[in-house]
């Protein structure tokens, strides 16, 4: 229960937007993180080294921001 956080932010539409758009840093504009977001859009995920980054903590990073706000 702790560890996945209910807030203004999905787990579902953030794992879409990843899978389907993560080259492009979509789900970082989504979760608010501009300058990340802008990054993986430039640079195709970091060199696909980002985007598989986020496919291993992407619950991790949404309970953060949930639990912020």
């Known amino acids: 229960d702790f560890r996945f956080s209910s807030g203004p932010y999905s787990y579902n539409v953030a794992w879409i937007l990843l899978t389907f758009l993560g080259l492009f840093g979509i789900h970082r504009f989504y979760m608010g993180k501009w300058i990340s977001g802008i990054i993986y ?4 995920g970091l060199f696909l080294i980002g ?4 496919f291993w903590t992407l619950n991790d990073q949404l309970s953060l921001i949930n639990r912020e706000r």
């Open 41 to 44: 859009l430039l640079t195709g």
């Open 51 to 54: 985007y598989i980054y986020d």
